[in-house]
Nanobody, 123 residues
């Protein structure tokens, strides 16, 4: 599975932004898509995940109620819809894919990774 992340940029606090993660090379039927982020000087952290079949979702407490993870089956693309952005959301965001059945919240449980896309939220 090849993943292509896009959509980062500079926004102001309170704004919305949508990141995209386009998958190619394999159907995502048996996969879970995840989003992680890494802020400067901090470790990578889990943000959200979506199980492609069944649409089960997982969210970090810090983004619950503000972020969602919609998808487009035709485009084989997962999104990270980020609303009410805060300066502390500033980070490089990565999308990843794992075979269903592994830990959705652990980065080392994901096999495939896209390149990062930078999100900067100004106050």
């Amino acid at each position: 599975v090849q993943l292509q992340a896009s959509g980062g940029g500079l926004v102001q606090a309170g704004d919305s932004l949508r990141l995209s993660c386009a998958a190619s090379g394999r159907t995502l039927r048996n996969y879970r898509m995840g989003w992680f982020r890494q802020a400067p000087g901090k470790e990578r952290e889990f943000v959200a995940a979506l199980t492609w079949i069944g649409s089960g979702t997982y969210y970090a407490d810090s983004v619950k109620g503000r972020f969602t993870i919609p998808r487009d089956n035709v485009k084989n693309t997962a999104y990270l819809q980020m609303n009410r952005l805060r300066p502390e959301d500033t980070a490089v965001y990565y999308c990843a894919a794992q075979v269903i059945g592994t830990d959705a919240l652990r980065g080392d449980a994901y096999t495939y990774w896209g390149q990062g896309t930078l999100v900067t939220v100004s106050s």
